[in-house]
């Protein structure tokens, strides 16, 4: 029977015995710690390289390879360049193969879940090779190998650095008085910044006993990547709030193995010595052994994904939100505020707010950032496409750094230029415009209104409902492809545009898709807008009027998709007989943590919803960029929105969410002005929800005030 023993550093009371056949030779195998004493670990080597076949140190490796240099660990050549009866290694080797196996292992079993992640390695140089796999899946590392070796307080931050930094230490290490790095000062100060860069980090790698020091504070949603995790191990993790540990070592009979101990066992049944180890003999091995990495969820199974999301100012008035411009813009001319908006568009981008508490029935859970830059819809029109470009991806750049898997565009920024191809093409993560969920959100808010207010019979004429709707805006993005969903169930629609040439090539896709379908064009809406049933507004006339409302049918759904909108507060309140909604807001799964913008708790647009379902469904990809809208993917995206516990929010119009008793006194409305057939206008009523004491008035408290809210589906 051979016998292996491993000496470790870490605590005796973790020391475990087995008897066990391994490749076809019955082994006894051993682990005895040494309570982190050298010297008792030299000590227990001596004792037994008599007694047994071999040993595995679990010291530090012999040698590091950075780049193309090697370094050589002096303590740990201190027992390797004795003569010994028996083979000894630290299975660094076999270390190196099991780490970078784990990591590959996670990012393809749980789909790209390093993506982008901030990575914090205590040892890069030791961890050398898992460091190059980790930057094809991120570039966001930190190396705290100068911080932990020489007490310097600065964290390297890149493959490049730490290669430099690797070939100059060991001089430093060599003429510093011994003792002068480990200073009780210097201990409490590397401390402190090693607290702040774990702090920051998603994923910590790291030997499993160095995290013994740190709490709830700096692990609480880690994902660390070790060896030799054991059982108390994960309990002490769990209290701590870890929420994922990525273990490269196998378990056999229970019980972790470390490399040290495997390749210990391996020399031994292979009667090898462990410089005479091949490539293919760990690979057979490992192959047979019939085991993958361990993922363990201490806290029961958790996955956050990350994003980010592009917001900007819509008007002046968002700039007053800020107190100080609020005041200087009561006794100042408009001179300042036209000069602070102009100023504004060239300034940087910055995190608006953090966003949190995102949680899917499936149990993956997102968090993410809204950036905003500074450029209005008029200073954004004014500027070439280039200018914005410039600034977008200077926030793609931010949100890199920050962590973000996607990036979603709001408002303007998914209109101007070429609407995010150019930036998808150039940014360094995935990008949306979030226009097909936009698409799915204002269809479905429309039918929902519909419904609700009940003047359209839905008895079903083969596959068409009889009502007629009409879309302006229909060459644009979110228009076209809500075109193409209405061309499906609608007995009639009609397209205004005043590109001529794109609305009939929109025409004759729509036929093709849809042969049965009944599609009018126009230029102009007023042409056909007073029979309409169902009205669509996806322009991007930064606020110019594209429609006669007073032209409306009684009793008419308008669905307000752009922003900034195409019926200011002012022509919705000539019509209490329509119902104009905003668009279809996105009720988000979980407690939402982030600042206003502008709607109720938990509420989202759907273009920002749009990249929240993306991060959850864990498709890091670009969804919906340019024109071009594939009505495939709202209808896909509209299935993953349900997936991940997506609901259709409260029916809102400029003044807040419509109740059921505003719906009601819409519908009553309605019915008595179809009902007047010789009236060529509607009377002028108040408007529903604003002060009729027939209807309670929409709370303020439910929506904010339209001016300067942040979208744009």
């Given amino acids: 029977m051979k016998r292996i023993v491993s000496i ?88 190196d193969i099991l780490q970078e196996w784990a990591v590959r292992h996670v990012q393809v079993s749980l789909g790209h879940y390093f993506n982008n992640a901030n990575v914090l390695f205590f040892s890069g140089r030791s961890s050398f090779k898992l460091a190059q796999t980790m930057s094809e899946y991120t570039p966001n590392l930190m190396f705290a190998d100068p911080l932990l070796d020489l007490g310097v307080p600065k964290l390297l931050t890149s493959l490049g650095a730490l290669e430099r930094y690797s070939r100059g230490a060991h001089y430093v290490t060599q003429w510093t008085p011994q003792g002068a790095l480990k200073t009780p000062a210097l201990e409490q100060w590397r401390h402190f910044i090693l607290r702040k860069a774990l702090q920051k980090a998603t994923v910590v790698v790291a030997p499993v006993h160095l995290l013994d020091e740190f709490g709830l504070e700096e692990l609480a949603g880690k994902t660390i990547v070790t060896a030799t995790v054991n059982d108390e191990r994960i309990a002490a993790f769990a209290a701590k709030g870890v929420q994922m540990v990525v273990d490269a070592a196998p378990m056999l ?21 462990p410089e005479d180890l091949l490539e293919d003999d760990y690979l057979e091995i490992l192959a047979g052994l019939g085991q993958e990495p361990r993922i363990v969820y201490p806290c029961g199974f958790r996955r956050v994904n990350r994003f980010a999301f592009v917001i900007h100012p819509l008007s002046q008035e968002y700039f007053k939100k800020i107190r100080p411009i609020d005041m200087l813009s009561q006794v100042s001319p408009p001179l300042f505020m036209n000069s602070l908006e102009k100023a504004m568009a060239y300034a940087p981008p910055f995190v608006y707010s953090r966003v949190t508490g995102i949680v899917s029935p499936t149990g993956v859970e997102a968090e993410g950032w809204l950036i905003s830059v500074g450029g209005t819809p008029r200073e954004i029109m004014r500027h070439s496409p280039e200018f914005t470009y410039r600034r977008l991806l200077a926030a793609a750049a931010m949100a890199k750094r920050l962590g973000a898997q996607i990036m979603g565009l709001g408002a303007f920024t998914k209109v101007v230029g070429d609407a995010g191809l150019t930036v998808a093409k150039r940014a360094p993560l995935p990008i949306t415009t979030g226009n097909s969920y936009s698409a799915s959100g204002a269809l479905w808010a429309a039918h929902d209104a519909m419904l609700r207010l009940g003047l359209i019979q839905i008895d079903h004429d083969g596959d068409k409902v009889p009502f007629k709707a009409m879309v302006v805006g229909a060459t644009g993005a979110i228009g076209s492809v809500c075109a193409r969903l209405l061309a499906k169930v609608a007995r009639e629609v009609y397209l205004v545009s005043p590109e001529t040439a794109k609305l009939l090539a929109l025409k004759e896709s729509i036929l093709l898709e849809t042969p049965d379908a009944h599609v009018f064009l126009s230029a102009r809406a007023d042409k056909d807008i007073a029979a309409m049933d169902m009205i669509v507004t996806a322009t991007s006339g930064a606020g110019k009027k ?7 049918k009684p009793g008419c759904v308008i669905t307000d998709v752009a922003r900034p909108l195409d019926l200011p507060p002012s022509e919705v309140a000539k019509r209490p007989d329509v119902l104009v909604i905003e668009s279809g807001e996105i009720l988000l799964p979980g407690e939402v943590s982030m600042k206003s913008i502008g709607l109720p708790p938990n509420v989202a647009y759907a273009c920002l919803a749009e990249t929240i379902v993306l991060a959850l469904e864990g498709r890091f990809e670009n969804f ?23 609901r259709l929010a409260a029916i809102s119009g400029v003044n807040g969410v419509y109740s059921d008793d505003d719906i009601a006194k819409v519908r009553t409305l309605a019915l008595a002005a179809r009902a007047n057939v010789g009236r060529r206008a509607p009377p002028s009523l108040p408007q529903v929800g604003a002060g009729d004491t027939a209807v309670p008035p929409v709370r303020a408290t439910v929506r904010a005030p339209a001016v300067g809210r942040q979208t744009s589906r």
């Fill in 8 to 95: 470790s550093l870490g605590r005796h009371e973790q020391d475990f015995k087995l008897k066990l056949e391994f490749l076809g030779r019955p082994m006894s195998i051993a682990r005895l710690g040494a309570d982190g004493d050298p010297i008792r670990a030299g000590e227990l080597l001596s004792h037994w390289e008599g007694r047994c076949d071999a040993i595995g140190i679990g010291l530090a490796r012999e040698s590091d390879v950075v780049g193309a240099e090697r370094y050589t660990s002096s303590a740990t050549q201190a027992f390797l360049r004795q003569p010994r009866l028996v083979p000894v290694t630290t299975g660094g080797r076999l270390g």
């Fill in 253 to 273: 009979q229970q019980h972790v193995i470390g490399p040290d101990l495997l390749d210990a066992m391996i020399v031994a049944a292979l009667d090898k010595a």
């Fill in 546 to 552: 594209v429609l006669d409302i007073m032209q409306v």
């Fill in 624 to 646: 919906t960029v340019g024109r071009n809208i594939e009505w495939e993917k709202v209808r896909e995206i509209y299935k993953m929105g349900i997936k991940h516990g997506m």
